[in-house]
């Protein structure tokens, strides 16, 4: 009997959280999850969600058994207490996260919606206990003309899901 022996090649990579903290992980410690956002733009205001000491995207993560849009569609009932139907993905990425020092450290696939069919009122009553730890206001609003004088708490900067909403426009 043949035996198979693999080296493995370990790497320290470097993580950030929503803050822009930098820590150090081993390639063998991280995890993967796929996480879906929404970005909506209604009459020149941008749905936005109160996390940590700014805002957010409406959004997070995908189950395991459940679809994307079942996701998207879960996550933003949750966050913003709206139903809406999942749209287009217009843009993907990647990013190494960790939410803290403390946390374990995921390589996030990202992707990114438009939405349609927005309904009922904003609420933040069926956020999950995880999400209570840095929730802290309901959904807003916020006028374009504004998005860069706020705090924007997210792994993928502002302008760059903006510049790719912006290009997919159909």
């Not at 991280?30 to 936005?48: E, G, M, P």
Request: cysteine-free; aromatic content about 12%; glycine content about 6%.
């Amino acid at each position: 009997m043949t035996e198979l022996l693999v080296n493995k090649i370990l790497t320290t990579l470097t993580t950030r959280d929503v803050f822009g903290n930098e820590y150090q992980a081993n390639s063998e410690d991280i995890t993967q999850t796929i996480r879906v956002y929404a970005f909506i733009v209604r009459d020149d205001k941008l749905l936005l969600t109160k996390q940590w000491d700014g805002y957010s995207l409406p959004g997070g993560g995908v189950e395991i058994g459940e679809h994307f849009e079942q996701a998207l569609e879960r996550e933003l009932k949750e966050e913003t207490g709206l139903n809406v139907t999942a749209g287009k993905i217009f843009y993907n990425t990647d990013r190494l996260f960790q939410r803290n020092a403390d946390s374990k450290p995921v390589q996030a696939f990202m992707f990114f919606y438009d939405v349609t069919n927005i309904s009922g009122e904003i609420s933040n009553q069926d956020i999950t206990e995880s999400e209570k730890t840095y929730t802290t206001g309901k959904a807003e609003w916020v006028p374009l003309e504004k998005i860069d004088t706020i705090t924007f708490r997210h792994s993928v900067a502002l302008d760059e899901i903006l510049t790719h909403w912006r290009s997919s426009a159909w």
